[in-house]
């Protein structure tokens, strides 16, 4: 079975900074996929950035990117010039390939603030 | 376009009631998933279902739960009898085809048992 950690469960930075949350993952698989979500006070949860692990290029949407080091089943994720708006729980999740519609393994999520 | 329908919203009973909640995935998607979130346990799956049929339930916590996809626009998540340990946040997420990877989550329905 798959577990998903995140070892920071509440980071705190300033509007305008950058901060990187991180996450480390153990798995047997070589081909899967990792996620970020976001989950706002709203508590929906929204799709921030994906990583195919069989692409070596690190994703990247805007001001999100993540740092992927596969052999060290690693995958952080990166925000710059932070926003209030960025205020919430992130979760890390991971994804299987094995040929059918595998559901996702989260991990316990890191709160972030954004002080204004 | 609609996202992911889940209803009620917000569901309030008491221990031992039977709890109905219900999820419209977004059309044309035929992967389902059911997620539970807690405090202690964070988020976990509970099923999902590909073509209307369950493919993994090895996540659903006791007999007192079960779930059915009568179709491809409708799922349900039944507690029966409820207990105030599945107080919780249950999330629907659906996903467009087998092979594709991003799901869609819905907003989810907050139960708690009395």
């Known amino acids: 079975a798959q577990t998903v950690t995140q070892s920071q469960p509440e980071m705190s930075v300033q509007e305008a900074e950058t901060v990187t949350l991180s996450c480390t993952y153990d798995t047997s698989e070589n081909n899967y996929y990792l996620f970020w979500y976001k989950q706002p006070p709203s508590r929906q949860m929204i799709l921030v950035i994906r990583q195919e692990a069989y692409k070596q290029q690190n994703a990247t949407e805007n001001r999100f990117s993540v740092n992927f080091q596969k052999a060290a089943k690693s995958f952080s994720l990166k925000i710059s010039d932070s926003q209030l708006g960025d205020t919430a729980m992130y979760f890390c999740?991971?994804?299987?390939?094995?040929?059918?519609?595998?559901?996702?393994?989260f991990g316990k999520g890191t709160h972030l603030i954004i002080q204004p | 376009d609609a996202g992911v329908i889940q209803s009620p919203r917000h569901e309030v009973t008491e221990m031992g009631q039977e709890v109905t909640l219900r999820c419209k995935p977004i059309?044309?998607?035929?992967?389902l998933f059911w997620y539970r979130q807690t405090m202690m346990r964070g988020l976990e799956l509970l099923i999902y279902f590909n073509n209307n049929v369950p493919i993994d339930d090895s996540g659903m916590p006791e007999d007192r739960f079960s779930a059915k996809m009568p179709n491809a626009s409708f799922s349900t998540l039944k507690i029966q009898p409820s207990e105030p340990r599945d107080s919780a946040v249950y999330f629907c997420?659906?996903?467009?085809?087998?092979?594709?990877?991003?799901?869609?989550f819905g907003p989810g329905t907050r139960l708690t048992v009395l």
């Open positions: 059309s044309g998607h035929n992967s």
């Open positions: 997420a659906s996903r467009p085809y087998l092979g594709t990877d991003t799901q869609y």
């Open positions: 999740a991971f994804m299987g390939v094995r040929g059918g519609a595998d559901g996702l393994t």
